[in-house]
C-alpha cells in the first residue's frame, strides 16, 4: 500500500525529515510516535503534498506509483487521506458544499456518478450520525468556530465520506475528552478493512488503546529508531521517549 | 475663486449648462417651485463643477472619463416614450423574458421597470397594491401626491449639502420611484425598481430619483437594479432618498448589472428617525466606473443601521464605494462591511467617514474592508474618516488585504478538489460574508448564482453584456431552440 524509502523533507530550508523508511501493507493499522519536533507531522504533511514542505531525497510509492509525483487533489482523489492536526477553517464555504463537492471530485475520479443533492444528504445524514455530529454543522462555514474536539469529529466526517485507502491521522486524539475520543476511535475502526490502511500520528498511546495498531514506530530526530508490536506503544506510555537513542541503523519493520 | 475643475472638466460643465437651458424650453409643464429649484442646483453645479482628486471625497476616484464623453444630452430628453424600433431603443422591443433572466425576478414583488429614464407601464407590474403603500412614478406624483414630492425636494438646505453629481440629478431628474409606506404597515411585498439603458447608436443620460419614505412603525424592502444594455458609453447618475419613521425597517438592495461601458454614479442617502433600522447592501457587478455613496444620517436615539458593499471586478473597471455615517443624537449604531474582489487591473474604493457630532454620546459605529486581491496589477485604496466629536463614543475600524490563503487552499486540495474548483469556492466564501447579509432569500440565490458565473475558476471575468441586449426577437428564438 505504501512504501516510504530513505525520505528526507524540509520546510522553511531546514531539513526535519532525514532518511524515513517505513512499509504499510494493506489491512494494517501503524502508529507513528515520537516525541515534539520530532517530524511526525512533515511526514504527515509530506505524504499528503503540502507545497510548503520540501522533499530532497528518497521515494513514496502508493498502490505502486510514484506518490510525490501526483500533485495534492490527484493523491486525494487515488484514496489518500489526511486528518489535519489544525483543520484549516474556511469563512463562507458551506460545510455542506464543500463536502459535497469532495464526494463528487473523489467519485468523479473513480468513475462514479456524481451524487446529486438529494442522494448526497441521506449519505451525509448517515456519516453525522457515525460520529455523532449534529446536521447543524453542515450548514456553518468549514470549521468556523468550531471547537476543538468539534474540528477532529468534522475531519472523520469528511474521513468517512471519502472513504480512502489509505488515511493518515496527524494527532487526531489530540485535545479531545473521552467521549469524542470514542466517536472518533469508532469512526476510525469503521475504515478498518483488508484493503485498506491507516497511519496514525500520535504522541500519547491514548488513541491506541481504542484504535489497536498492528505496527508501532518511533520517530525520532526525524528518523523512524525503533519499530514493534503494540507493546512498544505501551513501553513508550510508561518510559516517555528519553530511554530510546536514535540508533543510526534503525529502520521501519 | 479658482478654477476648480480640469478644461474637459469645463467643457463638459459648458455643455451640461447650455442642454439644461434647452430643456428648460421645454419643461413647460412643471410646477414653478420645481423648476426654480432645478434652475439652483444646475447653477450651483456650474459654479461648483466636477469633483477633482483634490475633493477628499473623490481621493481615488476620477470623474474624467465621464467628464471627457460627450452624451447625447438631448437625446436624452428629447420627446416622448421612444416607439418600438426607434434606435434609442425602448420598452417596446425589450423581451421581457429575457429581461428577467438578465435580472432578478422576485416572486410577487412590485416592480416598477423604467427604461432610460421613462416608466414603462409595459414591463411593470404593480398591482393590485397589498393595503398600506402608495407607489408610483415620481413624474406621476409630482402632479398626484404633490406633498410627498415636495418634502423630499424642496426641503430646506437640500443643496447646500449636495455634492455635484447630486445637484446634476436634482436639475436634471425626469423620473424614479416615489414609495409611501402607511405607519405600522409591515409590508411582506418586495419593491423592486429597475432602471435599464437601452439603444443602440447614442451615448445616453440618465438621472433616476427615487423617493421612499417609511412612516412610523413599518417595514419595507426595496431593491434598486441598474441595468446598461448598450455597448455606447452611458451615464446613470442616481439619487435615492429615504426618509425612515420612528421604529421603521428598511431593508434597501442595490445591484449594478451595467454594461462594460456604463458610468454609473449612484448617491443614497437617508435619514433615520428614532429607533429606526436600516439594512443596506450594494452588490456591484459590472459597468466601467461605478461610484456609490451612501449617506445616512442617524438624526434620532438609537437608530441602527447597517451597510455593506460587494465590488467584483476584473478588467479595467473601477468601483468607488462610499459611506458618510453622520451619528447626530446619542446611542445609535452604525456597521459597515465592504469587500472587493479584484482581477486583471481593476481598482476598488472605499471612502468610510463617520462623523459623530457633538452630543451623540454612546454612539457605536464599526466599519471594515476587506480586498481580495487576484492579480498583481490590480489597486485597493481604503480610507477610514472618523470625525468624534462627543465623548463616549465607541468607533472603530479595520481594513485587510490579501490573496486567496494557501493554507485553505491546500486543506480544500488535500479533500479532492482541484486548483481551480478550491480558488472559486474560496473566492465565493469570501463574498459570502456580505451575501448572508440580503436577507431577500430569492435575491440572495439569485446574486450567489451571479457569483458563482463571474467567479469561476477563482478569476473574475470580464463584465460581458448581458446578453439580452443583443436579443433581437429572432435572435432571442434561435438561441433559445439551440
Redesign the interface.
Known amino acids: 500500500m505504501l512504501s516510504i524509502r530513505n525520505l528526507w523533507a524540509g520546510v522553511e530550508g531546514k531539513t526535519i525529515l532525514k532518511g524515513v523508511d517505513l512499509e504499510v501493507a494493506a489491512g494494517e493499522v501503524h502508529a507513528v510516535m515520537g516525541p515534539n519536533g520530532s517530524g511526525k507531522s512533515t511526514l504527515a504533511q509530506v505524504l499528503?503534498?503540502?507545497?510548503?514542505y520540501i522533499v530532497t531525497a528518497g521515494e513514496v510509492r502508493y498502490q505502486g506509483q510514484d506518490l510525490l509525483a501526483m500533485?495534492?487533489?490527484v493523491?486525494?482523489?487515488e484514496g489518500v487521506?489526511?486528518a489535519?492536526q489544525y483543520?484549516?477553517?474556511?469563512?463562507?464555504?458551506a460545510n455542506a458544499?464543500?463536502l459535497k463537492?469532495?464526494v463528487n471530485?473523489?467519485r468523479a475520479?473513480r468513475g462514479q456518478e456524481e451524487l446529486d443533492a438529494v442522494e448526497f444528504l441521506a449519505l451525509l445524514k448517515e456519516k453525522l450520525a457515525l460520529v455523532d455530529m449534529d446536521p447543524s454543522f453542515t450548514s456553518r462555514?468549514v470549521n468556523e468556530g468550531f471547537s476543538g474536539g468539534e474540528k477532529k469529529r468534522n475531519e472523520i466526517l469528511?474521513m468517512a465520506l471519502?472513504e480512502p485507502r489509505l488515511a493518515i491521522l496527524d494527532e487526531t486524539d489530540s485535545g479531545l475528552d473521552i467521549d469524542a475520543l470514542i466517536t472518533v476511535a469508532r469512526g476510525i475502526n469503521r475504515l478498518r478493512r483488508p484493503d485498506n490502511a491507516i497511519v496514525l500520528v500520535t504522541h500519547y498511546q491514548r488513541l491506541l488503546g481504542h484504535v489497536e495498531p498492528d505496527r508501532v514506530h518511533v520517530l525520532v530526530g526525524g528518523r523512524i529508531v525503533r519499530s514493534g508490536d503494540r507493546e512498544l506503544a505501551h513501553e513508550l506510555e510508561a518510559r516517555g521517549y528519553e530511554w530510546i537513542e536514535p540508533a543510526p541503523e534503525a529502520s521501519a519493520r | 475663486m479658482t478654477p476648480r475643475t480640469s478644461t474637459a472638466g469645463r467643457t463638459a460643465v459648458a455643455a451640461w449648462l447650455a442642454a439644461f437651458e434647452d430643456r428648460d424650453g421645454r419643461a413647460t409643464g412643471e410646477p414653478a417651485w420645481l423648476r426654480e429649484i432645478r434652475h439652483a442646483a444646475m447653477a450651483r453645479f456650474a459654479s461648483m463643477g466636477w469633483p477633482t482628486s483634490r475633493d477628499e471625497a473623490w481621493k481615488y476616484t476620477s470623474l474624467a472619463p465621464i467628464t471627457s464623453t460627450s452624451f447625447d444630452l438631448d437625446a436624452a430628453d428629447a420627446g416622448d416614450l421612444p416607439a418600438a424600433g426607434d434606435p434609442r431603443g425602448d420598452a417596446g422591443d425589450l423581451p421581457e423574458d429575457r429581461l428577467d433572466e438578465a435580472v432578478v425576478r422576485l416572486p410577487a414583488a412590485i416592480r416598477l421597470v423604467f427604461v432610460n429614464g421613462r416608466y414603462s407601464t409595459r414591463l411593470s407590474s404593480v398591482g393590485p397594491l397589498p393595503a398600506g403603500i402608495r407607489i408610483g412614478s415620481l413624474a406621476g406624483a409630482l402632479f398626484t401626491e404633490p406633498e410627498i414630492v415636495r418634502s423630499f425636494l424642496a426641503r430646506p438646505g437640500a443643496l447646500d449639502e449636495a455634492g455635484a453629481c447630486s445637484l446634476l440629478n436634482a436639475a436634471w431628474w425626469r423620473d424614479g420611484v416615489v414609495c409611501d409606506v402607511t405607519p405600522g404597515v409591515r409590508l411582506e411585498t418586495p419593491i423592486h425598481a429597475l432602471f435599464i439603458t437601452a439603444g443602440a447608436g447614442r451615448r445616453l443620460v440618465d438621472h433616476p430619483r427615487s423617493l421612499i419614505q417609511l412612516g412610523p412603525g413599518s417595514r419595507a424592502t426595496f431593491v434598486e437594479s441598474a441595468l446598461a444594455l448598450t455597448g455606447e458609453p452611458s451615464l446613470t447618475n442616481a439619487v435615492t432618498q429615504i426618509a425612515l419613521g420612528a421604529g421603521a425597517e428598511l431593508d434597501h438592495y442595490a445591484v449594478g448589472l451595467t454594461g462594460p461601458q456604463a458610468f454609473r454614479v449612484a448617491e443614497t442617502e437617508t435619514r433615520q428617525g428614532e429607533g429606526s433600522r436600516l439594512s443596506s447592501c450594494a452588490v456591484v457587478l459590472g459597468g466601467s466606473l461605478t461610484r456609490r455613496e451612501m449617506r445616512v444620517r442617524l438624526e434620532a436615539e438609537t437608530a441602527a443601521c447597517t451597510l455593506s458593499g460587494l465590488s467584483v471586478l476584473g478588467g479595467r473597471q473601477h468601483a468607488d464605494q462610499s459611506t458618510v455615517v453622520d451619528h447626530a443624537a446619542p446611542r445609535a449604531t452604525s456597521r459597515q462591511l465592504f469587500k472587493a474582489i479584484l482581477d486583471g487591473h481593476a481598482r476598488s474604493v472605499f471612502n468610510g467617514r463617520v462623523i459623530v457630532r457633538p452630543g451623540a454620546n454612546g454612539t457605536d459605529a464599526y466599519q471594515t474592508n476587506k480586498n481580495l486581491l487576484l492579480a498583481d496589477g490590480v489597486e485597493a485604496d481604503s480610507k477610514p474618516q472618523l470625525e468624534i466629536y462627543a465623548d463616549d463614543v465607541k468607533c472603530s475600524h479595520g481594513a485587510a488585504d490579501g490573496q486567496v490563503a494557501e493554507d485553505a487552499l491546500f486543506y480544500l486540495k488535500s479533500r479532492g478538489l482541484g486548483e481551480d474548483r478550491a480558488r472559486t469556492l474560496l473566492t465565493l466564501g469570501f463574498a459570502q460574508e456580505v451575501l448572508d447579509r440580503v436577507r431577500h432569500p430569492e435575491l440572495r440565490s439569485w446574486l450567489e448564482r451571479r457569483l458563482a458565473e463571474r467567479l469561476h475558476g477563482g478569476r473574475v471575468h470580464e463584465a460581458e453584456p448581458p446578453e439580452v441586449m443583443a436579443a433581437t426577437p429572432a435572435a432571442a428564438s434561435a438561441k433559445e431552440m439551440s
Open positions: 499528503a503534498g503540502h507545497p510548503g500533485p495534492p487533489e493523491r486525494a482523489r487521506f489526511l489535519f483543520p484549516v477553517e474556511i469563512p463562507g464555504v458544499q464543500f463537492a469532495a471530485e473523489v475520479h462555514p469528511q471519502l
